[in-house]
């Protein structure tokens, strides 16, 4: 009996499910991500719930709905929403200019390089930068008026407004869009153009059905990081606006970091909420570009 | 495509000029310190004290193996889960985009009382220890560019048919990363190296709390009350990154590419 | 008898003070060896040019140079050097602040944490008794009063009072050296106004200081941007509501280009007072303690005046005549002081309840 059970088993292929041991692949990201992110920012959820005497409550995170609370994440999403949509647009063209516009060769290395640094020229240095050329006595400015008789300020221009720290925040943020959109492009292949022009699309129909297609999940990608981006940014609002600027950073800044006893759990409340938001940009997103994806490849 | 140049070249005038003008406002600021005439009073000043040339070199060193580091981990990671792990996407995402809302100094504070010298692991307690954490934190710093960066480069070309075609051939997995999918999203790399380098020179509360000698803090103690000397600084810090990124492109020409793609 | 009696006494009081001084002295060279035998100390939020610390650092450093001084984030805020005690607690390395120079109002809060060492420096006797801790923990290391930085360049009269700045001719042109909600210099910034217009210190000035800064803000006059250096020399913020010495010392940065002129207001003076500490858990507490006992002699008291900062001995040294004219002469002129409000810890606090909570509302944020 034994023999011919043997016998069968070893003609038939053992059935077992198999294990897939795909997730080692991540292990060490996953390792270091807890290590060295998750672990350390604990602190933050902590906190969150937990008060002064260490005991868990709610009332940190009820505390985030009081108006003043609201308002200022509302003015951060705005502001993250705008300048992550300008510089979305604005980055995207000029990437398209240096790569597949038809420019000299030698155009882009520069740019590309200069948006490296670009896209971290923020805080303080940028904060004066804008304020010593679009300023009341801004270069720009002096210039316009002395030279050309127009003065901007009469006719509304404020650099210390929600348009004036949009203006701002596009010059860390086209260049990250422009940086990450590059290689992008460079994927574009001549043949798709040429493929679509013979079979009779314009140049707008070829980018319209074509080319943004294909690089829809792109863009929505980078834009969910430019949005992450403005929404963490604090030193270069608060260097512009500090004193009367709502955002959430600055409020949180204000609870964790400030001169004054404030209330350090509120602001790791303020914290996670902003994670919250986070997760919930990044949520949007994914569902985009899963319902795009779909018609592709 | 004439109209296509056209265009090209009014939307890079547009940029130059946006981007120009603020750097120009800062120079002229920066050229105003002696009363009534243009000087470089303010240059001078900066570019001949020791600690700039000694902490612009540790956080070059510092931003270098950032890159490699950074590399090294995600460029793998973002592969393998675009290959066989698809539906862990999301979770990457979100964990990449969080560094960019958790404060810098929640983040440090954090590996000082998780790192310190009665700890598992106590990497404060000497010099390497505290690089090496310091460029750990780095790496988390510049982890949402990087990623974002490799992950545009790898959608770009079919990960799962270059796979499958080099095991065929008899690749194993080191080979592929390194002669097939590294190469071709070596343009990607090089972005998200740029975007990493740029972050670690400016870089200033790890640096400053880890009790680091970068560049951060070097410009925070010295144009902490001034007027002039910080503009200067401003300048010089940013012409001396984009001259060191530029040669990174340099090098990078002679690293494995794929022949470029003609447009 | 008496005579004789009176000679003994004297005689040994004398004997007493000397061989006081003998053991302070042999305390102080035992101290010396010690803080040299840990050879470090580590500091915190100290920046060069605020009270002149860069030269009282440097005097430190020649005057003991055994003892490497760590600077760690000259950045940082009060409530960033008490983090970077909770968090260091475990930790020796360099990245543990020993001694800490934080608002008053922190004091008592690191006390009832548990984070301070208490020690008291020879002099502790010449501190007043309203702004140190009796056990020693914390105790007032200096003070200035707020003032106005004025960029004269671009500003031609001078504002001399806090009424003044609400005038026409200052359009877009006042600024405070912080955010309201968060920094204790802009804080006592909008304290000091409400001062001026008659409230009493505390919740009272905190409300009547809000609606002198709405008043500012409808009037055009006050500009959301922090104050700084730069902004004042650019011409973006060109009154800038600072503490005195941060506003001399700026002056000086400046050397004339632009000419900056310091005035304190001629009401609503109000002054405000940083404390010293150590760390419970600081890696070096000898070299803590000596730190202390420099800054605390009058040669370190002296390098906070020359940054223009009033050390806590001030009174006490000018009445045993150790202060050099010039540094005298070069500080604002002593009438202005005199009317310095102090205000408690509690007023303080409830101003800053009223200011931090309300200023959004009241103020109206320009920024939408």
Request: aromatic share 12%; glycine share 8%; net charge neutral.
């Amino acid at each position: 009996m034994n023999d011919v059970t043997a016998a069968a088993a070893a003609a038939l292929p053992a059935y077992r499910p198999k294990l897939s041991f795909a997730w080692v692949g991540v292990v060490p990201f996953v390792a270091f991500a807890f290590l060295f992110l998750i672990l350390p920012t604990l602190q933050i959820v902590t906190g969150a719930f937990r008060n002064p005497a260490g005991e868990f409550t709610l009332a940190n995170v009820a505390n985030l709905f009081q108006p003043s609370i609201l308002s200022a994440y509302w003015i951060s999403i705005r502001i993250s929403v705008a300048s992550a949509f300008l510089g979305c647009v604005v980055g995207f063209l000029l990437a398209w200019a240096i790569v597949l516009g038809g420019l000299p060769s030698w155009v882009r290395s520069p740019i590309l390089t200069f948006s490296g640094v670009a896209s971290n020229f923020a805080g303080v240095p940028l904060a004066f930068a804008f304020l010593s050329t679009f300023g009341r006595l801004g270069l720009v400015t002096l210039v316009l008026r002395d030279w050309f008789g127009i003065n901007i300020y009469a006719y509304g221009f404020n650099i210390l407004s929600f348009g004036g720290l949009t203006l701002t925040y596009l010059f860390f943020q086209i260049p990250l869009m422009v940086l990450i959109v590059t290689p992008a492009l460079d994927g574009m292949r001549r043949e798709w153009r040429e493929a679509a022009s013979i079979l009779g699309a314009s140049g707008f129909q070829y980018w319209r059905m074509v080319a943004l297609p294909i690089l829809w999940p792109t863009l929505l990608g980078t834009f969910a990081l430019l949005f992450a981006n403005a929404f963490g940014a604090v030193a270069t609002a608060y260097a512009l606006t500090g004193s009367s600027l709502s955002i959430v950073p600055i409020l949180l800044f204000a609870q964790i970091r400030g001169d004054v006893l404030q209330d350090p759990h509120l602001g790791y409340a303020l914290a996670f909420g902003m994670i919250v938001v986070t997760g919930i940009a990044n949520f949007i997103y994914i569902w985009l570009r899963t319902r795009s994806e779909r018609w592709i490849k | 495509m004439k109209q296509n140049r056209f265009w090209s070249w009014i939307f890079l005038a547009i940029g130059v000029l946006y981007f120009l003008l603020p750097l120009i406002g800062t120079f002229e600021f920066s050229l105003k310190m002696r009363r009534g005439v243009y000087s470089l009073d303010a240059y001078e000043a900066v570019i001949f004290d020791p600690r700039f040339q000694a902490t612009f070199g540790y956080s070059v060193m510092m931003a270098l193996a950032t890159i490699v580091v950074g590399v090294l981990l995600v460029v793998p990671t973002a592969y393998w889960v675009r290959l066989r792990l698809p539906s862990w996407r999301p979770v990457l995402e979100f964990v990449t985009l969080l560094p960019l809302v958790i404060p810098p100094i929640v983040i440090v504070f954090g590996y000082i009382r998780l790192y310190n010298t009665s700890s598992w692991l106590p990497l404060t307690g000497t010099a390497m220890g505290t690089n090496i954490l310091l460029m750990f934190g780095y790496v988390v710093l510049s982890l949402p560019y990087m990623y974002r960066a490799i992950d545009t480069g790898l959608r770009a070309i079919d990960v799962g048919t270059l796979t499958e075609a080099a095991q065929s051939l008899g690749a194993g997995w080191i080979t592929i990363m390194w002669r097939v999918i590294l190469p071709n999203v070596f343009v990607a790399v090089l972005s998200g190296a740029f975007l990493t380098f740029a972050i670690v020179i400016g870089e200033f509360v790890l640096a400053a709390l880890l009790n680091r000698p970068a560049f951060g803090p070097y410009l925070q103690l010295i144009g902490a009350n001034r007027a002039y000397e910080p503009a200067a600084l401003a300048v010089i810090a940013f012409a001396i990154t984009w001259g060191c990124m530029a040669l990174i492109q340099v090098v990078s020409r002679f690293a494995p590419r794929p022949p470029a793609q003609p447009h | 008898m008496m005579k004789r009696t009176g000679t003994a006494l004297s005689m040994t009081a004398a004997f007493l003070m000397v061989s006081t001084a003998i053991s302070s002295a042999q305390d102080l060279a035992a101290l010396e060896a010690a803080a040299k035998a840990e050879g470090m100390l580590t500091t915190i939020a100290l920046p060069h040019d605020w009270c002149g610390y860069g030269e009282v650092i440097a005097g430190f450093k020649a005057k003991y140079p055994e003892i490497t001084v760590n600077e760690l984030n000259p950045d940082a805020g009060s409530a960033d050097e008490l983090e970077a005690v909770r968090a260091n607690k475990d930790n020796k390395g360099p990245q543990a602040p020993d001694v800490l120079d934080i608002g008053l109002a922190f004091g008592p809060q690191a006390q009832s944490e548990g984070l301070l060492m208490p020690y008291k420096v020879s002099t502790w006797d010449s501190i007043p008794d309203n702004v140190k801790d009796a056990d020693g923990h914390w105790y007032g290391d200096y003070y200035g009063v707020l003032s106005f930085a004025v960029n004269t360049d671009i500003v031609k009269t001078l504002p001399t009072d806090w009424s003044d700045l609400l005038k026409p001719e200052y359009a877009a042109s006042v600024a405070l050296a912080g955010d309201p909600r968060a920094s204790n210099q802009a804080i006592f910034g909008v304290h000091a106004a409400g001062l001026a217009s008659g409230a009493a210190a505390g919740a009272a000035a905190g409300e009547a200081g809000l609606n002198f800064f709405a008043e500012l803000n409808k009037a055009g006059n006050f500009v959301p941007t922090i104050g700084k250096s730069g902004t004042l020399a650019q011409g973006a913020t060109p009154i800038v509501i600072w503490w005195d010495y941060n506003a001399l010392s700026g002056r000086d940065a400046l050397n004339g280009n632009p000419p900056v002129e310091v005035v304190v207001p001629a009401s609503g003076v109000v002054a405000g007072v940083y404390v010293q500490a150590i760390s419970a858990y600081a890696p070096h507490p000898n070299a803590a303690k000596l730190w202390m006992e420099y800054l605390y002699s009058d040669e370190g008291q002296l390098g906070w005046l020359k940054g223009y900062c009033h050390p806590i001995r001030f009174n006490d040294m000018v009445a045993r005549g150790v202060v050099p004219q010039e540094l005298l002469d070069a500080l604002p002129p002593a009438a202005a002081y005199e009317k310095a409000v102090f205000p408690t810890l509690d007023e303080q606090n409830a101003a800053k309840g009223v200011i931090t909570s309300k200023w959004d509302s009241v103020v109206g944020a320009n920024v939408q």
